[in-house]
């Protein structure tokens, strides 16, 4: 089945800074990639996702990258706010399968003021 | 954008007893509804996959005998924690997926819950 490695564990930065998560994958039929922002005692919420037929996309502040390829994908945070701290999740998933996401093990980003 | 609410948002219950989270969607309708178990600081660990008006698909190593899913409408999935122990403490998520054609579009995003905090005594 898919595998999905996250990296760093935890990120700390300073506000303005930039943050970058990376996944990467096992399962090269993955076709769906979202993220999402995890605050504490509250559930995920999807804040960017990508799909296998484009190489990035952007929204505002945040903006996610695929290389199908390399099986790997990132998140990159811009301008970092204090209230970006959370603990963000990569997922991946199969078109067909029951859309079943498989989860990375999430990194927990600090934003210092 | 698409909610979905849980219900209770916390439960504390005394071991040996059953206690029931509910899943709705409240602005979309979802034929499969997922159900995870987030221990702290871990990632959601998918239990099964709830199919409205079919039995649910479990995961392997998990009990469905101990977690009965319901998935009755459209917009309604529960999950009953019966019997439940001290390692039954967790905090468990729903997630829908909405219909093809709908918001989600071809690949049928995932929404999740707030998280139901079950604490088992």
């Known amino acids: 089945g898919e595998n999905v490695e996250q990296h760093p564990s935890t990120l700390s930065v300073q506000e303005g800074d930039s943050a970058v998560i990376k996944c990467t994958y096992s399962?090269?039929?993955?076709?769906?990639f979202p993220w999402y922002k995890q605050e504490l005692g509250k559930g995920p919420q999807l804040i960017i996702d990508i799909r296998s037929n484009v190489g990035e996309k952007k929204d505002q502040r945040i903006a996610v990258t695929l290389n199908k390829t390399a099986k790997h994908f990132s998140l990159h945070i811009t301008e970092t706010q204090p209230e970006d701290s959370a603990v963000y999740f990569c997922a991946a998933s199969i078109r067909g399968a029951g859309n079943m996401l498989t989860f990375g093990g999430g990194t927990r980003l600090m934003v210092k003021p | 954008g698409a909610v979905v609410s849980q219900h209770p948002s916390w439960v504390i219950c005394k071991s040996g007893t059953s206690v029931k989270i509910e899943c709705r969607s409240l602005?979309?309708?979802?034929?499969?509804m997922f159900w995870y178990r987030q221990f702290p600081k871990q990632s959601l660990m998918l239990m099964a996959t709830s199919n409205e008006g079919s039995k649910a698909t479990y995961e392997q190593g998990v009990e469905k005998d101990k977690f009965l899913i319901n998935h009755a409408s459209l917009t309604l999935s529960t999950l009953t924690v019966t019997s439940a122990h001290p390692e039954d403490s967790s905090f468990y998520i729903c997630s829908a997926r909405v219909l093809p054609g709908l918001a989600g579009g071809p690949y049928n995003e995932q929404f999740f819950g707030p998280g139901t905090r079950l604490t088992v005594l």
């Open positions: 399962d090269s039929a993955s076709n769906y």
């Open positions: 602005d979309f309708q979802a034929t499969t």
